[in-house]
Nanobody, 111 residues
Framework: QVQLVESGGGLVQAGGSLRLSCAAS????????MDWYRQAPGKQRELVAV???????NYADSVKGRFTISRDNAKNTVYLQMNSLKPEDTAVYYC?????WGQGTQVTVSS
């Protein structure tokens, strides 16, 4: 089972940007799709973005055009670049692979 460690969360004003990183342990990182999820208080966890092993991406409608998921297989790391942040983006963001979850990183967007 892989270990996933997120970083890069924080407090930002509306309209600002953050870049989340997720470092994965193990040697098979490049073989698997990686996802970012988020969970706001009182809400269900939702899928934000996916990147396949081949580099294809898909996004939730709520973040299309603002968020970009990418991966660096040499560094066993997946990123989520978040631009034009809105207060409704406030949530704990989780990195995910089919068999593992990270511990989450808090993103708070102030209005």
């Amino acid at each position: 089972q892989v270990q996933l460690v997120e970083s890069g969360g924080g407090l930002v004003q509306a309209g600002g940007s953050l870049r989340l990183s997720c470092a994965a342990s193990g040697s098979s990182f490049s073989r698997y799709a990686m996802d970012w999820y988020r969970q706001a208080p009182g809400k269900q966890r939702e899928l934000v973005a996916v990147i396949t092993s081949g580099g294809s991406t898909n996004y939730a409608d709520s973040v299309k055009g603002r968020f970009t998921i990418s991966r660096d297989n040499a560094k066993n790391t997946v990123y989520l670049q978040m631009n034009s942040l809105k207060p409704e983006d406030t949530a704990v963001y989780y990195c995910h692979r089919y068999d593992s979850w990270g511990q989450g990183t808090q993103v708070t967007v102030s209005s």
